[in-house]
């Protein structure tokens, strides 16, 4: 059974870092695209960050995070990480990891397959 756990989360001040982990089993990690997504209290989910397989030659960001935020993946360790700096207000929100087994070009939640159960990030003023 896969299972995908996030940690890092965490409250922070406007301006901060923080660093998020996501951990699979009984995945074949290498062989996945991987992504970042949020959900935020009364908003859909959407995406944060993606990367494709094996070693992560594409990435992509959403134009909100591009420049504060770094995806990352370990396939050794099967575990995807998300370095966030510069946090905003706007940045607090639930934070899930997901992988999807075929790539559909697009960073979006309806094309992932497995999901973490979140990790929550608030950012204070």
């Known amino acids: 059974q896969v299972q995908m756990v996030e940690s890092g989360g965490g409250l922070v001040q406007a301006g901060g870092s923080l660093r998020l982990s996501c951990t699979a089993s009984?995945?074949?990690?290498?062989?996945?695209?991987m992504g970042w997504f949020r959900q935020a209290p009364g908003k859909a989910r959407a995406g944060v960050s993606c990367?494709?397989?094996?070693?992560?030659?594409?990435?992509h960001y959403a134009d909100s995070v591009k420049g504060r935020f770094t995806i990352s993946r370990d396939n050794a360790k099967n575990t995807l990480a998300l370095e966030m700096n510069g946090l905003k207000e706007e940045d607090t929100a639930m934070y899930y990891c997901?992988?999807?087994?075929?790539?559909?070009?697009?960073?979006?939640?309806?094309?992932?397959?497995?999901w973490g159960q979140g990790t929550q990030v608030t950012v204070s003023s």
């Open positions: 997901a992988a999807r087994s075929r790539n559909s070009g697009e960073c979006r939640p309806a094309d992932f397959n497995y």
């Open positions: 009984a995945l074949s990690f290498d062989a996945y695209d």
């Open positions: 990367m494709s397989h094996p070693i992560g030659k594409i990435t």
